[in-house]
């Protein structure tokens, strides 16, 4: 990585790449070996988080087409697509995803894939693999795997590492067991056991600077005392729908209508109308800057719709406005359907 730039020092031109936004990335490696190596290091994320450069991307990765995932870049409203996701398990679902580091994380899941002559499932309920995307080699790598195989869990962030908990295991059978794992040693630690374990799904939201793990069905919000190492049960009375953090702040889909979701007691605050989501299943939804995206789902067949749509579309609620107005953004360019994982990637 040496003479990136004629007449400047490589730090300063190193800088200068850094601010180069990363649709552009893949054009700039072709111009010589030199960019190229730079624009591949572990150094230009680092120059990029110092410079206040870095860019919120969508990750997105739908029942159709299986295992492949997009980004969305909402400043120039595109979608980029990432290679296939190598895993030997088809349709992957069920997993948990992240970012930190700058990479993206697809962790454990099990397969929906049906042989259409038999009509089994292919065996795989519930895997312990864990993959990484690093999107300036634009390359998927396996990573240490998890040390309970695990389905419909709950994963989340804190302080630059991944705490996964609950879900299901092999047969079938819901667990108690947390780990934690540590992406820059590529190593796996237990926790302790959660304090309940449910016959239900669970997902994971960080709020606070805590980890709140909340169960499908249930009221009771289980709470990662990190000090105090053990798990917390609040009654907080959160409503039930899609979850999502928009600056911290969590916001809830319920019964047609979204609501700011205050974390610790029974506060709600109704945001907008979402009347026309009612009629869509297995949409995604998530917080990217100051707005709530709901993204792709299912159209069932109805009284006058005898056909099943899958959906590529996009609709953006900006909840930081006075007055919260939905709109729609470029739909997705390949995937639709059922959201099977949904994150925020910076890079």
Not at 38 to 58: H, P
């Amino acid at each position: 990585m040496s003479g990136l730039i004629d007449g400047l020092p490589d730090a300063v031109a190193l800088r200068c790449l850094a601010r180069v936004p990363f649709y552009l990335h893949p054009h700039l490696q072709l111009v010589c070996r030199s960019w190229k190596a730079a624009l591949t290091s572990s150094e230009l994320f680092k120059v990029r988080q110092e410079l206040g450069s870095t860019e919120e991307l969508l990750c997105v990765c739908a029942f159709e087409p299986e295992n492949v995932w997009q980004l969305y870049d909402p400043l120039r409203d595109r979608w980029l697509s990432l290679p296939v996701l190598p895993s030997d398990i088809r349709h992957l679902a069920n997993f948990g995803v992240v970012s930190t580091s700058g990479k993206l994380f697809v962790l454990g899941g099990g397969s929906d894939a049906v042989d259409p002559l038999t009509g089994d499932h292919d065996g795989i309920f519930a895997t312990d693999e864990v993959w990484s995307y690093d999107p300036a080699v634009r390359r998927w790598s396996r990573c240490a795997c998890m040390l309970v195989p695990r389905v419909m869990f709950a994963c989340c962030v804190l302080d630059g590492k991944i705490v996964v908990a609950g879900g299901f295991t092999n047969c079938r059978k819901s667990v108690s067991k947390a780990e934690i794992y540590d992406p820059e040693k590529d190593v796996w630690d237990p926790m302790p056991d959660l304090t309940n374990t449910h016959n239900t799904a669970c997902s994971g939201v960080v709020i606070g600077g805590k980890v709140h793990v909340v169960h499908k069905g249930f009221s009771t919000v289980q709470i990662l005392e990190h000090k105090e190492n053990r798990w917390a049960v609040e009654d907080y009375g959160w409503l039930q729908g899609p979850m999502a953090i928009v600056r911290g702040e969590l916001y809830v889909l319920s019964h047609g209508l979204v609501f700011k979701q205050y974390k610790d007691d029974k506060v709600k605050k109704l945001v907008s109308s979402a009347s026309e989501f009612q009629s869509r299943i297995g949409f995604g939804m998530i917080g990217l800057g100051d707005e709530l995206y709901v993204i792709g789902g299912v159209i069932g067949p109805g009284r006058w719709n005898l056909v099943i749509k899958m959906l590529p579309d996009v609709d953006v609620l900006a909840v930081g406005s006075e007055r919260p107005t939905w709109r729609q953004v470029a739909p997705m360019t390949r995937c639709r359907g059922t959201i099977l994982g949904c994150t925020l990637l910076t890079i």
